[in-house]
């Protein structure tokens, strides 16, 4: 079974441009996440998609940062315009559903790592 | 908002002895997640625990959950090098990380 597949793996950019970051899931998973990880902390959850609706994007920055998940199945994450903190590791994950208790194990893919000079 | 603590943040031990992790939150949650993240690398799924007193096991590794106390224990057992990595737990729907334990296991 393929796993989360993300591109780039390595992105540098100056501030104030503008990134992509693309996310294919593992086939047959509804749920998609993206998270961000800071050097040094834990994941930090910027969007979750059930399908192509957002199920949570609290803690996802609006005013630069947006997800998309067309036709249900790969994902975009931009940043526009990028700023020195966005610097860290853009993590996608999948799962088969998120109900309730009947949640299963999330897949992470290997990640883009990006840097804002 | 649902915080989560890890202690300790670093752990340097030596191949096989036992130690134990711990994962405390702040607010009632009915899930929690185990994962390993080698330097350099994604996340790999441990442990999912979904009940009070659920218990599971893998290798050398053992976790735990008591929801009452709001508490998750990763218990190392007999450790060897190859467990050297950084473990996150996680909690909750909307995965609320704590900070990570990096271990290192030395001959």
């Known amino acids: 079974e393929a796993g989360v597949a993300q591109s780039p793996r390595y992105k540098i950019i100056e501030k104030r441009q503008s990134v992509a970051f693309w996310c294919n899931p593992i086939?047959?998973?509804?749920?998609l996440y993206w998270y961000q990880q800071i050097l040094g902390q834990g994941p930090k959850l910027l969007i979750q998609f059930q399908n192509n609706g957002v199920v949570d994007d609290s803690q996802l920055p609006k005013d630069r940062f947006s997800a998309e998940r067309l036709k249900g199945v790969d994902s975009t994450l931009k940043i526009q315009p990028a700023k020195l903190e966005d610097s860290a590791v853009y993590l996608c994950?999948?799962?088969?559903?998120?109900?309730?208790?009947?949640?299963?194990?999330?897949?992470f893919g290997p990640g883009t790592r990006l840097l804002v000079l | 908002e649902l915080k989560v603590e890890q202690n300790p943040l670093f752990l340097s031990m030596q191949e096989g002895k036992n130690y134990t992790i711990y994962c405390n939150y702040s607010t009632t949650s009915d899930r929690l997640y185990w994962y390993r993240q080698d330097p350099g690398k994604s996340l790999e799924s441990l442990f999912v625990?979904?009940?009070?007193?659920a218990v599971k096991q893998e290798g050398r590794l053992m976790a735990s959950l008591d929801t009452k106390a709001r508490l998750s224990t990763l218990h190392i057992t007999a450790a060897v090098h190859d467990l050297s990595a950084t473990y996150f737990c996680a909690v909750g729907s909307r995965l609320t990380f704590g900070e990570g334990t990096q271990l290192t296991v030395n001959p």
């Open positions: 625990l979904l009940s009070n007193g």
């Open positions: 086939s047959g998973h509804a749920t």
């Open positions: 994950a999948s799962s088969l559903r998120d109900r309730g208790l009947l949640v299963g194990t999330q897949y």
